[in-house]
């Protein structure tokens, strides 16, 4: 079955350095990765979403790479701040019936500290 | 602009009650419509989708349903609740079937089963 893993620890940063999440996946060929962040006790809110053919994307402070040999998409936060601090989602779609389906993975939580 | 509403925020309930969650989409016609389930230190688990009034699809056997009674309504029941059915739901709409489309999700509901 498709897996999909994010680092389950949380990761902590100090303001103004660069936060890296990493999200890893077997077993399925996404055509696409889609990155979301969650406050606690709110539904995620989506961030990024890159494409199989990009090796990149950029929104603002935000960087997203998808290597699909790696089976691997890397999320950046550059010059990071304490209102950064949330859990980040990735989650593929899993569209092979012509529905739109993702598959999210378990998150990982950043801390971003002053 | 399209708001997503969900009710109840929070619900305690004992084992074995009954349960109805209630979304509701505004300022968009046709949505596609999921419910999901977050439970501590997991990822989001796709529970139901729907495509239209009265069509939902199943994504695990569990003693939870869903209905499509009206275009922008998607509902959440069971018969009897059990302990595992405690989590954080959230409902989520997209408009479109391409893995390109987001999903927006709603403020969620805290179940509670004791």
């Known amino acids: 079955s498709q897996k999909i893993e994010q680092n389950s620890e949380a990761l902590n940063i100090q303001e103004g350095k660069t936060a890296t999440l990493t999200c890893n996946y077997t077993n399925y060929s996404p055509a696409y990765l889609q990155w979301y962040r969650q406050d606690p006790g709110r539904g995620p809110v989506f961030l990024l979403l890159i494409r199989e053919n990009e090796k990149e994307k950029r929104k603002e402070r935000l960087k997203v790479t998808f290597d699909t040999t790696l089976k691997q998409s890397l999320f950046h936060i550059t010059a990071s701040q304490p209102a950064d601090s949330a859990t980040y989602l990735c989650a593929l779609d899993m569209m092979n019936t012509g529905f739109q389906k993702l598959v999210f993975g378990t998150g990982t939580r950043l801390l971003v500290s002053p | 602009s399209q708001t997503i509403h969900q009710w109840p925020a929070t619900l305690v309930q004992p084992v074995g009650s009954p349960l109805s969650l209630e979304c509701t989409v505004e300022g968009t016609s046709n949505p596609n419509l999921y419910w999901y389930r977050q439970a501590a230190g997991r990822g989001l688990q796709l529970l139901f989708y729907?495509?239209?009034?009265?069509?939902i699809s199943s994504e695990v056997p569990q003693n939870l349903s869903a209905s499509r009674p009206q275009d922008r309504q998607f509902i959440l029941s069971s018969k009897k609740l059990l302990l595992s059915d405690s989590g954080f739901y959230l409902c989520?709409?997209?408009?479109?079937?391409?893995?390109?489309?987001?999903?927006?999700f709603g403020p969620g509901t805290r179940l509670t089963v004791l």
């Open positions: 729907s495509v239209g009034i009265g069509q």
């Open positions: 989520a709409w997209v408009v479109g079937l391409a893995g390109t489309d987001t999903q927006y």
